[in-house]
């Protein structure tokens, strides 16, 4: 049994849709489909999901949302006319598209929660009426009635333990199960979506929770590969990986897979398929937990990301002073910043962020008060910084590999700030300035991987 998830991209127009439609039935074993929202037809279009909020943010100021509405329906009635089904039949889809403001007329952030989450539950009821008049039996099925239950944070839910007892149920049931992803319910009956992106969360959870022999997440890209095609003319498509490999480069900006999703994943231990809708035949990615994997290579991939800051303290005798990291960890609580990494020496530590957590005013504040508790003899705060991830099973046992990446760096004198090299032995994560990451990323890419067949 497998569970099928279909990304915004596979379901953006009647054309996509059939597409959907072809896999489905190429495969019995696939029971259990999770749709995403309509995604963009083409480079200017807009995301439903983008005009569900807006759908929203209308509905709070109190504006008139005529416009808006047509909008989103258009783009659901143009998918139905695409299959010739009889408007009569998914009338109702528009009257609960209009009737939102009205059935969750709650605070602003469980609000804007139940819109966009109808992105995904109007595109899934459409699609399992499609599925039905192909004469497939389907069932659309509401996170309520599954029992998808969800933590009460509107925008930002965890899924919640019971719910995998109340997924087992489904497992048997004999007709093709349609649900929507992104979003659950919460004990008190609400709706709250996981993060921008969420779906591959949903997928993921269903595969665990039904015990599926496999989670095959359909996306816009042949596979996986091993450094960003935008950076990387023609990068070498990665075969097969470990949950870890792809945790760790999700960490560096590999995003065709939701890094959350893993987890529910790991946790069943559900192998999963990255594919691609407009070539289904292709083999993907395939991504399987770490134990009996035998590394053909000594990475995998590379990535970068530039969303991090830094934090430098100097202080001489830092090794010496009892309780200073717990100081400075009292700090981030209370200005409610979480850290990414912490290397040290022997009188200096390094603090990287992600910068999307700071406004100016917040990290002066914080900045002053790290001034005041913690009186560095130095402190500096560095916006230029990326961070580079190198990472592949197969790095455990391979002496020399440091010098591997290292070198080419040297000869295109890119300097690096930080190295740091995880427990797992695994991954090796450098900081550099963001004007070398595409440079770094590229040279390590060449140093283990020119010359290298692609298979």
Not at 138 to 167: C, H, I, K, W
Not at 258 to 278: M, R, S, W
Request: aromatic share 10%.
């Amino acid at each position: 049994m497998k569970v099928v998830k279909f990304g915004g991209s596979s379901l953006a127009s009647g054309e996509q849709f059939q597409k959907v439609l072809n896999i489905i039935n190429a495969d019995p074993t696939r029971k259990v489909i999770v749709t995403s929202a309509p995604g963009k037809r083409f480079a200017e279009d807009v995301k439903v999901t983008d005009l569900l909020i807006e759908y929203a943010q209308k509905t709070m100021k109190q504006q008139d949302t005529t416009e808006i509405i047509q909008q989103i329906w258009t783009r659901y009635q143009e998918i139905a006319a695409f299959f010739a089904l009889e408007p009569q039949k998914f009338a109702f889809l528009h009257q609960e598209l209009v009737d939102l403001p009205i059935a969750f007329n709650d605070e602003p952030e469980y609000l804007m929660a139940a819109f966009k989450a109808h992105g995904e539950k109007l595109c899934a009821q459409l699609l399992a009426l499609i599925l039905q008049e192909q004469g497939l039996p389907t069932r659309f099925l509401d996170p309520q009635d599954a029992g998808f239950l969800v933590s009460s944070v509107a925008s930002d839910a965890q899924v919640l333990p019971e719910t995998y007892q109340n997924l087992l149920r489904w497992r048997e049931v004999p007709e093709i199960l349609v649900v929507p992803g992104f979003y659950g319910v919460t004990t008190q009956g609400k709706i709250a979506t996981f993060s921008r992106g969420g779906s591959d969360i949903t997928g993921s959870i269903w595969a665990r929770g039904i015990k599926a022999n496999l989670y095959e997440n359909f996306t816009d890209v042949n596979a996986i590969y091993a450094a960003d095609p935008r950076i990387v003319a023609n990068p070498h498509p990665i075969k097969i990986m470990t949950y870890r490999e792809l945790r760790e480069l999700s960490y560096a900006g590999f995003s065709v897979f939701h890094d959350e999703a893993l987890i529910p994943a790991i946790q069943g231990q559900v192998f999963i398929n990255v594919k691609n809708t407009n070539h289904p035949e292709l083999p993907g990615t395939m991504i399987v937990p770490e134990k009996d994997f035998h590394p053909k290579s000594t990475i995998t991939g590379v990535a970068s990301s530039n969303h991090f800051s830094a934090l430098y303290l100097h202080k001489y005798l830092l090794n010496k002073e009892t309780g200073f990291t717990l100081k400075l960890l009292e700090i981030f609580y209370k200005f409610n910043i979480s850290y990414e990494h912490m290397p040290s020496g022997i009188d200096d530590l390094t603090v990287i962020f992600d910068k999307r957590q700071f406004t100016e005013e917040l990290r002066a504040q914080m900045c002053s008060e790290i001034q005041k508790v913690i009186h560095p003899d130095q402190l500096e705060w560095i916006d230029d910084y990326a961070i580079i991830m190198v990472v592949g099973e197969g790095m455990r046992n391979k002496i020399g590999a440091m010098k591997n990446i290292t070198t080419p760096l040297a000869k295109e004198h890119i300097a690096i700030h930080m190295i740091n090299q995880g427990a797992s032995r695994i991954s090796i994560m450098l900081g550099t300035k963001k004007e070398d990451a595409a440079n770094a990323v590229s040279q390590i890419y060449q140093q283990f991987f020119k010359g290298v067949a692609k298979s």
